[in-house]
């Protein structure tokens, strides 16, 4: 019954090449998050969806652009990966504008050559 | 700004208890807590929404304190299961969105041994 999906679970990309993470819900969510986090820190907010609005972080590098094409998924594009952006990237979701729990997804680990 | 934790690292025997600590610099209007065991995503622990709040999840609770801008949780008996990273979170209204996006603190490693 999962409720947040990430696919892949793993991804090897090189130095440079485009990739791209996916997530989905089943849980019908109007806000959607995406998390960076490295080895021994906290996850650390990229950007988020309501509904089809994006908002982006004032720190997150040019090099990262999010698709949320309809209400059940949501992307990840590194446009250019660099070595420093090898971590895991979590997903997860929120119904709503309350201050409720977000539900997370397994994540997405990337390893970069 | 990221809320600090404290300690940074804590092990403990089975059975023995702890508190883990988390503060903020800004006003916290919510505190979450989560555990991260490595490798997994963060599960959600417990949200406190109000100041002086406290709540329980089974042998862990919290306590909110609004005006000291401090949360604390709370193991006690401690079971090799809570072995893992603990986070405080605190949310942020996101004026352009009306909705709210989470600030995790620095986090506690803890280590739960037989």
């Known amino acids: 019954d999962a409720m947040v999906i990430q696919n892949p679970r793993y991804q090897v990309t090189q130095f440079g090449k485009p990739v791209t993470l996916s997530c989905s819900q089943t849980l019908n969510h109007n806000v959607m998050y995406w998390y960076q986090q490295k080895s021994s820190q906290a996850p650390k907010l990229l950007f988020h969806?309501?509904?089809?609005?994006?908002?982006n972080e004032a720190d997150t590098p040019d090099n990262f652009q999010s698709r949320r094409p309809n209400t059940s998924f949501c992307f990840l594009d590194i446009r250019s990966p660099g070595l420093g952006d090898a971590a895991m990237y979590l997903c997860?979701?929120?119904?709503?504008?309350?201050?409720?729990?977000?539900?997370f997804g397994p994540g997405t680990r990337l390893l970069v050559l | 700004q990221q809320p600090v934790q404290s300690p940074q690292a804590v092990i403990l025997r089975e059975g023995e208890d702890a508190v883990i600590n988390c503060s903020s610099s800004k006003a916290l209007y919510s505190v979450h807590w989560y555990r991260q065991k490595h490798g997994e995503a963060p599960v959600f622990l417990m949200i406190?929404?109000?100041?002086?709040e406290q709540k329980g999840h089974e042998k862990i609770s919290a306590s909110f304190n609004e005006k000291k801008q401090q949360s604390s949780l709370y193991l006690t008996a401690s079971q090799l299961s809570y072995s893992g990273t603990y986070f405080c979170g605190t949310a942020r209204n996101v004026t352009t969105s009306g909705t709210y996006k989470y600030i995790f603190g620095t986090g506690t490693r803890l280590k739960v041994l037989a």
């Open positions: 406190l929404l109000k100041g002086g």
């Open positions: 997860a979701t929120k119904g709503g504008k309350r201050q409720e729990t977000q539900y």
């Open positions: 969806y309501y509904d089809k609005d994006f908002n």
